[in-house]
C-alpha cells in the first residue's frame, strides 16, 4: 500500500494571520506531497513497498539508506507538525503543565529553551520537545531525520525548513517560531502524544 498524503487537519487559511493559507498550499500541497511520491517511487519493487511509514524510516536508517531516510522522515515528520498547530490557541493543563513546570521552570522557560534551539539549529531540520527518560526534553534532528526509532516519545515540533516560513517571514526564522509557541502551537495534540508515552511506559 503506498504512503498517502493526508489532508490538513484545518482549513488553509485558519492559521493567518501567523502562517499564510499560500504558504500552506505550498508547504503542504508541494513539498510534502514531494516527498511522499519520491518515497514511494524509492520504495516501490523493494520489500519495503507494503510497509508502513515508521517501519520505512527504521529500516532506512539501520541500512545506511540516507536518501530514503531524509524522504520518508521528512513524510513522518510534516504528517505530526500539521497537528502541532491549531487555529484554537490554548495553554498546556495537566499533567503537561506539571512537567513543564518541572523540566523547564514553567511555559516562558520552555518557549525560551525551544525558540533557542530552533533559532540555532544550523540550516535545514526541525525542532522537537519529545520525553525522554520520563522527562521532557528540548532536541532538534537535521534534514529529514525523525523521531523515530530513537526512544523518545516526540509531543510536538516546528519545521525550521526554509520553506516553512520564508514566504511569510522571509528570514526571520525567529519571528516564525515566536508565532508558533504563542499563537499555534497545539498543546491538546501534546497532550494526547503525553499519555501515549505514559501509556508506553506503564505497558
Known amino acids: 500500500m503506498a504512503i498517502q498524503l493526508p489532508p490538513l487537519p484545518y482549513e488553509p487559511h485558519e492559521l493567518e494571520p501567523h502562517v499564510s493559507a499560500d504558504t500552506l498550499g505550498f508547504h503542504h500541497g508541494k513539498h510534502h506531497k514531494a516527498y511522499v511520491d519520491k518515497t514511494n517511487q524509492l520504495i516501490a519493487g523493494t520489500d519495503l513497498e507494503n ?6 524510516i527504521v529500516r532506512a ?18 504528517d505530526f507538525f500539521w ?26 522557560g520552555f518557549k525560551d529553551a525551544f525558540k533557542k534551539e530552533g533559532v540555532g539549529h544550523f540550516a535545514s531540520g ?4 519529545v520525553v525522554k527518560d520520563g522527562k521532557l526534553v528540548v532536541t532538534s534532528y537535521h534534514d529529514g531525520d525523525a523521531p523515530v526509532g530513537k526512544d523518545v516519545q516526540p509531543l510536538l515540533t516546528c519545521d525550521v525548513w526554509e520553506h516553512a516560513y520564508y514566504l511569510d517571514y522571509q528570514n526571520d526564522r525567529a519571528g516564525f517560531l515566536d508565532a508558533f509557541l504563542n499563537h499555534l502551537a497545539n498543546w491538546k495534540f501534546a497532550a494526547r502524544m503525553l499519555e501515549k508515552a505514559q501509556a508506553t511506559q506503564a505497558a
Open 51 to 56: 510497509a508502513d511509514l515508521e517501519t520505512i
Open 61 to 78: 536508517r539501520q541500512k545506511g539508506d540516507q536518501t530514503l531516510l531524509n524522504q520518508s522522515g521528512q513524510v513522518w515528520n510534516h
Open 83 to 108: 497537528r502541532c498547530m491549531t487555529p484554537e490557541k490554548a495553554q498546556p493543563e495537566g499533567r503537561l503543565a506539571e512537567m513543564i513546570q518541572r523540566d523547564f521552570g514553567g511555559l516562558d
Open 126 to 129: 526541525w525542532a522537537w520537545l
